[in-house]
């Protein structure tokens, strides 16, 4: 097997042992592997904080493209799954947490929205790092996707942490009540939540 492949096994399987004796060994930190990703992608991906600590002392990119299509950031990639270890270890080593990457994602919104009830705790982690609450992908905060989503925990969640609840945020839960019938109570909690944090009709 070609070194790179060791690699970016050792990467995905999370044997921080190997990824640092395969480093000492001459393996290229940011190769790819037949399977054309790199051991960083693999190792956020699988969420291994210490083997994401290794290869970043290695000398990865943090900026590399990532994710089965490449259109990620290692940093959107571990906010996406919730890996919110492996997002204390990027951002220590210096990992930007706004818009990134060819398709301009933005962490904290992929953080809050990539479930059903996003992912708390990595919205949490970006947060006390300094992450903009209030930052915009694609036209719409984090707070109005999760009440684009439905998505009521989250919509909670980031009210109590401070953000401005918007009339774009109410609209977009309205015509999600609309839309989705059987969705129509989550979306009302949403809209009194809205109200209750200050926005008015």
């Given amino acids: 097997m070609h070194i790179a ?3 970016a096994r050792a990467a995905r399987d999370g044997d921080a042992a190997a990824a640092t004796q395969l480093l000492g060994a001459g393996a ?3 190769a790819l592997s037949m399977a054309g990703r790199a051991a960083l992608d693999l190792a956020v991906h ?3 904080a210490e083997t994401v600590r290794v290869l ?7 900026l590399q493209r990532a994710g089965e299509y490449g259109e990620l950031t290692p940093m959107c990639l571990a ?3 919730g890996h919110a270890a492996v997002v204390e270890v990027l951002l220590a080593a210096g990992a930007p947490t706004g818009a990134q990457g060819r398709m301009g994602y933005v962490p904290l919104v992929l953080a809050a929205t990539a479930t059903d009830h996003g992912h708390p705790q990595t919205v949490d982690v970006l947060l006390l790092h300094g ?3 209030n930052g915009v992908m694609k036209d719409k905060t984090s707070l109005e996707w999760a009440a684009a989503l439905g998505n009521l925990q989250m919509v909670h969640h980031l009210l109590v ?3 401005t609840p918007t009339a774009k945020a109410l609209s977009r839960a309205r015509a999600g009540g609309e839309r989705s ?5 989550k979306y009302m909690l949403i809209v009194d939540a809205l109200h209750a944090a200050g926005i008015e009709d």
């Avoid at 970043?56 to 943090?62: I, K, N, R, T, V």
């Avoid at 019938?181 to 109570?185: D, K, V």
């Fill in 181 to 185: 019938p059987e969705a129509a109570t």
């Fill in 28 to 30: 290229q930190v940011d």
């Fill in 56 to 62: 970043l002392a290695g000398g990865a990119d943090l």
């Fill in 131 to 133: 992450a903009d609450i």
């Fill in 5 to 7: 492949d060791q690699l």
């Fill in 46 to 48: 699988a969420g291994h």
């Fill in 161 to 163: 942490r401070g953000a």
């Fill in 79 to 81: 906010a996406m799954h």
